[in-house]
């Protein structure tokens, strides 16, 4: 069965205090894995597409690295604008739809 | 969020009524979905649309239909509300279905069913 699951369900980051958010996935045939931000009372927000093992992505203090089995998405040096849900999806086989991890819900203090 | 609106933003419903979600763009998208956001279990996807009078199930469709019969407008029913569907739902744009530009979220609704 295709699944996603996210780790940590919540994460409590001091300003400044680096860390990453786990993304497990198994799907026959990953044509893709998804990266959202999500804030309260919003709907997703696109962050990043990662096609292939080995691939990185970057944006601003966010990256996204992706392996045959999971995602990590590292956050240096976050300020308490990072606070938010971060979500993952991937593309089941053959299909024009997402399925989505549960997500990490990401606080920063300053 | 530009380009996709959802309407209403807030509901309050009784058990056993019918309800109409709205979901419009104006992107000229053919991908549109629904899905329901729940503490504890994420995004699921109710219905989606691939086209015009094109729409299929996703993996919580019981209670609810779907219609598009314009490329702009896809409107989610619950024929007679429970509590159980008592959510958020947010509908979600696409120009490609495997979503590999990512997909456009609308701001969501907040329905509550008593």
């Known amino acids: 069965e295709d699944q996603v699951t996210q780790s940590p369900e919540a994460l409590r980051l001091q300003e400044g205090e680096s860390s990453s958010l786990n993304c497990s996935y198994t799907?026959?045939?990953?044509?893709?894995l998804f990266w959202y931000r999500q804030d309260p009372g919003k709907g997703p927000e696109f962050l990043f597409t990662?096609?292939?093992a080995g691939e990185e992505k970057e944006k601003e203090r966010l990256k996204a690295t992706l392996t045959k089995k999971e995602s990590f998405l590292h956050i240096t040096a976050p300020k308490p604008e990072d606070s938010a849900t971060y979500l993952c999806a991937v593309p089941p086989y053959n299909t024009d739809k997402l399925i989505f991890g549960t997500g990490t819900r990401l606080q920063v203090f300053p | 969020d530009a380009g996709i609106t959802q309407s209403p933003r807030h509901k309050v419903t009784e058990t056993g009524t019918p309800v109409t979600l709205r979901c419009h763009q104006t992107?000229?998208?053919?991908?549109m979905y629904w899905y329901r956001q729940d503490p504890g279990h994420g995004l699921r996807l109710i219905h989606y649309?691939?086209?015009?009078?094109?729409?299929d199930k996703g993996e919580v469709s019981d209670g609810y239909s779907v219609s598009r019969s314009k490329t702009e407008d896809f409107l989610l029913t619950l024929e007679s509300a429970t509590s159980s569907q008592t959510s958020v739902y947010f509908c979600?744009?696409?120009?490609?279905?495997?979503?590999?530009?990512?997909?456009?979220f609308g701001s969501g609704t907040r329905l509550t069913v008593v």
């Open positions: 799907v026959s045939g990953l044509r893709g």
């Open positions: 979600a744009i696409s120009g490609h279905g495997q979503g590999d530009y990512g997909y456009t």
């Open positions: 990662l096609y292939s």
């Open positions: 649309s691939y086209g015009v009078k094109d729409t």
């Open positions: 992107e000229n998208h053919r991908y």
